[in-house]
């Protein structure tokens, strides 16, 4: 178990990891920080954050090394190289990649971590900035048992449904399929949407029938409110889905898996995407179906 007094690094400052940062302050964590723009972390800084000006000082200084970026080749960036963290990351300590990224990424950061005498764990999130904000994520982890228990006092912090699903790359491969499940529910969410309107229901009303049945989501109780508010701001970016959606179709190709859906909602966002809202939210998918 780690201590109060564990030194953490945290790696990634964006929408997801600021607030996750916020959490292990407020629980009393001492954290350092570093990220590419240093303003992004001003507020975490502020809130007595420290500034660590490379990886590699981060690395150096810490006992667990937490990272939440954006996408697989910004994980190898971070971990890889001379100047990265498995090459500076002190032997006893963790390093905890919280990114949605490749479940081979996953493995092969478990094994050099191995001989490295350092506890490598990979642990996705669901819950968007909600989950975030209110401490309250899912967390899908792979990795040793004994890595899992000794970093579960911080995931206790940021999370509360948190399962260690297996070895090394099994919390990406969980969060694939969660990404999977999300895809197709998106499209529901919208095709819903747009028949309550067509057929000249109020659909705010009609949400307040069915997200407490069998239709309920979080898509349909958090994100389709946002669409009839017309509210795009991201809790989750159209991008980084878009890059969930690509790594799951590629991983279920590998593995001779048919996901109709999931190909369905890639090639839709992708349309979104190209109509200039990669920034947007999630949920500015209704744009396709107004």
């Known amino acids: 178990m780690l201590s109060i007094n564990a030194k953490i690094g945290f790696i990634g400052t964006g929408v997801m990891g600021k607030n996750m940062i916020a959490n292990l302050q407020k629980a009393g ?7 590419r723009t240093k303003e992004k972390a001003q507020g975490l800084l502020d809130n007595g954050a420290i500034w660590k000006s490379s990886i590699a000082e981060l690395a150096k200084s810490t006992d ?12 190898e960036e971070v971990y890889f190289g001379q100047n990265g963290i498995l090459e ?10 919280m990114t949605t990224s490749k479940p081979s ?5 478990y094994k050099q971590a191995l001989e490295k005498n350092i506890y490598s764990m990979d642990a996705p999130v669901s819950g968007g900035d909600v989950g975030a904000i209110n401490g309250s994520l899912a967390i899908m982890a792979g990795g040793d048992q004994h890595t899992f228990d000794s970093v579960l006092p911080l995931f206790d912090i940021v999370g ?11 919390g990406q491969h969980t969060k694939l399929a969660n990404q999977i499940t999300i895809a197709s529910n998106m499209i529901g969410v919208c095709e819903a949407i747009a028949y309550s309107k067509r057929s000249g229901l109020d659909p705010m009303r009609v949400l307040d029938s069915i997200t407490t049945g069998a239709a309920g989501s ?3 109780s958090k994100l389709a409110p946002r669409m009839l508010e017309g ?12 890059k969930d959606m690509t790594i799951a179709l590629e991983s279920a ?9 999931l190909s369905l909602s890639l090639d839709l966002y992708k349309e979104l995407a190209e109509k200039g809202e990669n920034d947007s939210g999630t949920q500015a998918l209704i744009k396709l179906f107004e």
Do not use: C, W
């Open 29 to 35: 964590y001492p954290i350092s920080l570093y990220t």
């Open 64 to 75: 667990v090394i937490i990272t939440m970026v954006g996408y697989p080749a910004d994980v």
């Open 88 to 97: 500076n990351a002190k032997a006893g300590s963790y390093v905890v990649d």
């Open 105 to 109: 990424l996953a493995i092969e950061i």
């Open 160 to 170: 509360e449904n948190i399962i260690r699903q297996g070895g090394a790359g099994a």
């Open 218 to 220: 979080f898509s349909l």
């Open 231 to 242: 509210d795009n701001a991201p809790g989750f970016y159209v991008k980084h889905f878009i």
């Open 253 to 261: 190709e590998e593995m001779g898996l048919s996901t109709p859906g």
